[in-house]
Structures are given as C-alpha cells and as structure tokens.
C-alpha cells in the first residue's frame, strides 16, 4: 500500500476517534445539564434530595467507575497467576515477602520513605525562616518552588546530567563530576553506578522538587502565629532556638505533620525518577517501580496486583493520619 494510503487511513481512523471522544464528552455534558435542569425545577419535598443526588451523584459515580472498581479488581487480580485464569491464593503475597530481590526493593522503599520526607520538611521548615527575614522574598519564595512545576521526569532528565560521569581525562559535562574533578579527584566514578551512593542521589531529587512545597506550606503556618504569641515570649526572655523550639515548632506542629505525610505519600508513589534515570537497575529498584515492571514488563499480572496492593495499604495509613489532623486543627480553630 503506498505511504499516502497508509497516511490517509491513520488520519481517518484517528479523526473517527477523536469524533467519538467528543460525541462521548457531549453526550455526558448533555445528560448532566438535563439532570441539573431538572434539579432546577423540582419543588416540594423531592427538591433537597433531588438537589443532593445532582450534586454528589456525579462525583460518586466518578469515585466508583475510576477508583473503587480498579481497586476492587487488582485485590481481585493480586490472588491469581501471571494470565489471571487461575487461582493461586496467598502465593503471590508469598512470593513478595519471600524473595530476595524483593526485599532489596521494599528496603529502598523505606529508604526513600525515610531519608526523603525528613529532608524536604526539614530544608522547607528551615528556609521558610531564613526567607522571612531578607528582603525580596517573594522572589526567593519562587525560585525555590520552581522545582515543583517541573514534572518528575523532568526533575530525572535534568538531575541525569548532572551526575553524568565520562572517563578519566575526558571533559566532565556533568556538574557533579566537575565539582569533583575540581576538587583534585581525576577520575570520579560513575555516580548513577556506585551502591548505595545512588540511592540517595535519587531521593536527592525527590527532595529538590518537595522541598519548595514544603517551604510554602510551613512559611504560611509561621505567618499564622498570632504576633501576641511571639511578643508575650520574647518578654519572657525566649531567644533565637528557644523562641523556635518553644514556640514556634508547637504552634505549627500539625502543618508540620501534614506536610511530612504528604511527602511521604509523594515518596511512596515514587515511580518517575527511577524510571528515567536507572530503570529500577543498579540496586536501585522501588515498590513502584516494580509493580510497572512486573505488570508491563514481564506481563505477570498477579504479582503486579500484588504490589499494587501493597503499595495502597503503605499509603492508606498515612491518608487516615492526615485526615485525623486536618480535622482536629478544624476543631481547634
């Protein structure tokens, strides 16, 4: 077939398909603006639940069709075999906390679940109180949050050139390995390469792109304390650590929280920066990371559910946490 058929029958196919997605997109707009339509003109006692039904039912059919039903499926999934036509019970479970590889995996994992939060809160927390005391801060605010619009395989791509490694005598590009030969170092490793150095390389990443978010978040908690707080110390004689230690730190004690979960959530999910930058290899496989593995890669369907599961019941902890403080310092307030 020549190439201008063959041209000509994708662009039809792939006009036919945007069609249907935009009569699809239409057809739902459409029922939705009936049904509101009717919600509209409902009086008497059918009104409010007419009303509630309009609001939430959308957004629960949404929650159903997107989250509740795939969840359901892959705890389904996790209990049979790679082709999913048949039942192996707790095999696959045993298979992940039995085999050594995945040990190393869930071992990075905590890793990251560990090093990564404590390090994006803790440089957010304390750039959040230099920032407020120089001037043109909004300015340094930005620049220190900019890492956070760019996605994460972006943040890997960039981060990749950084810690690029050619050999001994060969001009260094990446930055890292010139800060190194620099440094009087002649020929730096490969970093990308070197156990467990990579690892924490990695996380580096990770705490690039979290901790401007943790800045904003903590700056806008300190801002929050009341000034009478502050002054009433500071007349008690509180200074410098103290005053932090003392009073700042209880004050924004649950933003605190909340931002470690959060992080710790984003640490969890972490799939893009391995990804991008070894491919799970070289020690540095995560949770994550080998569910795609095992699911896309060596199409094992039933230890990829497995992983997924795992991965959800790490995480659901840590919602449930964030939740309970985001509701008591609703109360508070």
């Not at 792109?209 to 007349?235: H, N």
């Not at 795609?292 to 992983?307: E, I, K, W």
Request: cysteine-free; hydrophobic content about 55%.
């Amino acid at each position: 077939m020549p190439a201008t058929l063959v041209a000509a029958s994708a662009w039809s196919d792939a006009g036919i398909k945007f069609g249907n997605s935009l009569g699809a997109i239409a057809g739902f707009l459409g029922i939705l603006l009936l049904v509101f339509f009717a919600a509209g003109r409902a009086t008497g006692r059918f009104a409010r639940p007419l009303a509630v039904l309009v609001m939430l039912g959308p957004a629960v059919l949404l929650l159903v069709v997107g989250l509740v039903a795939p969840l359901v499926r892959t705890v389904f999934l996790s209990f049979y075999n790679a082709d999913s036509d048949r039942s192996v019970g707790l095999r696959n479970y045993d298979w992940a906390f039995t085999t050594d590889s995945i040990h190393t995996v869930l071992l990075n994992t905590a890793l990251w679940l560990v090093v990564a939060p404590l390090t994006a809160t803790g440089l957010g927390l304390t750039l959040a109180l230099l920032v407020e005391r120089m001037r043109w801060q909004g300015l340094y605010k930005s620049l220190i949050f900019l890492p956070m619009a760019v996605s994460l395989v972006g943040a890997g791509i960039i981060w990749k050139f950084v810690y690029e490694s050619r050999g001994a005598g060969q001009p260094q590009i990446g930055l890292l390995s010139q800060l190194a030969v620099s440094l009087g170092w002649d020929d730096p490793p490969n970093w990308i390469l070197s156990q467990p150095v990579n690892n924490l390389l990695l996380i580096a990443v990770m705490v690039w792109v979290q901790t401007g978010f943790a800045m904003v978040v903590l700056s806008a908690a300190i801002k929050a304390i009341p000034d009478e707080v502050t002054e009433a110390a500071r007349l008690d004689g509180a200074r410098g650590l103290q005053l932090f230690w003392f009073i700042t730190v209880p004050m924004i004690r649950t933003t605190l929280v909340v931002v470690l979960t959060t992080v710790m959530i984003t640490t969890l999910k972490a799939f893009d920066i391995v990804r991008t930058m070894t491919g799970g290899n070289f020690g540095t496989q995560v949770l994550a990371n080998e569910m795609y593995a095992q699911s896309f890669t060596q199409f094992d369907v039933g230890r990829g559910s497995t992983l997924a599961v795992l991965l959800f019941l790490a995480v659901l902890p840590l919602v449930a946490y964030n939740i309970v403080q985001l509701r008591k310092e609703r109360e508070t307030r």
